[in-house]
């Protein structure tokens, strides 16, 4: 699972799809490292390409905005003990990606304020 | 060590700035954390090992050592009662079941031994104690992220019932459930500490716009299922 993206259109073209949830739109379907899911032909359709991957949907039209919610191909939130390509902001916001502990080993701890 | 916290920078910054580590330390006001590996509930913990392999996935787990916030850091706001909300110890609740002192030595074997740690678990095994992400999770994430959205907007009326959405689709993700309170508390109360209001103030318990609260889902809760034992 990659996480959800906000888009204020389901209109969407395959580049902004693409940097929105992270799966690539290519000549063989959609794809992510080296999954594929084929989307069959005709032009690209952000609601049903969402719906092959099995991405929910929500809808707020009075703020007139969509929600599409991470795939849920696998069942799992880990279908394989590769990590996920974690990439998250620092305070100062500047990005960080798992990637780049990469040689070490990682506890990453989840906390909050609350 | 990555610590990584589930709000956003202004919600962070003074705990991370009173801790002044020498870690990465991230922002996550999107629960990404929950999207991409599992993660339910904090404080959460997930082993990843030189060659980017996850060893064991989320978890509680907790550094060992008593924690308090530093003097100063402000007072806890009076909470309201629900009638929902029976008499119940909630600190012995949060702790039961828990080997806390325990996690922080089993960390270390894994640091010494690495994949012979009695610890460190097999891929199958990690994948298998992973978290289920049926269509529900994905409806949930998306109501979340839009509700966050929303509330950062300004727009509080839109974003309380994607936040209830969320919360009924994935009612064991703790982490969609406390953001949410705390976001509402710390707006009434203003202080330091608001966000650990998880519930309806003092005086304000008929204006709580969640379906829930705190202590009236922990009430529910038997022994040792708030933070289960992994280890």
Known sequence: MLCAMIADTLDLTPEAFAAGTGWAIKPQGACRGDACVPLGGGPFDAAATAERLRMAVVHEPAAGLWAIGPDTLGDRALTTATAPDLELPRLDGTPFRLAELRGQKVAIVSWAPW | ?231
């Open chain 2, 1 to 231: 060590m990555v610590t990584v916290c589930l709000d956003d920078a202004d919600a962070a910054r003074p705990h991370i700035e009173a801790a002044a580590p020498d870690h990465p330390s991230l922002v996550d006001p999107g629960h990404r954390m929950d999207a991409l590996f599992g993660v339910v509930n904090v404080p959460s913990v997930v082993w990843v090992d030189e060659e980017g392999t996850v060893v064991r996935p989320p978890e509680p787990g907790w550094p060992g050592f008593p924690r308090t916030l530093p003097e100063g850091f402000g007072v806890l706001p009076a909470m309201g009662k629900t009638k929902e909300t029976p008499e119940v110890d909630q600190r012995a609740l949060l702790n039961s079941g828990q080997d806390r002192a325990g996690y922080a030595d089993a960390l270390r074997d894994w640091v010494e031994h690495g994949t012979a740690s009695r610890y460190a678990l097999s891929p199958d095994e990690v994948v298998a104690r992973s978290r289920p992400a049926p269509p529900e999770a994905s409806q949930a994430a998306a109501h979340f992220e839009l509700a966050q959205h929303l509330w950062q907007a300004g727009r509080r009326d839109l974003a309380v019932p994607h936040f209830n959405a969320s919360h009924r689709l994935q009612p064991d993700n703790w982490t969609y459930r406390r953001q949410a309170w705390s976001l509402v508390a710390q707006e009434r109360d203003g202080g330091p500490l608001g966000r650990f209001a998880q519930g309806p103030l003092a005086g304000q318990e008929s204006d709580w716009p969640f379906e829930s609260d705190f202590a009236s889902d922990l009430a529910q809760l038997g022994e040792g299922e708030y933070y289960p034992r992994t280890l």
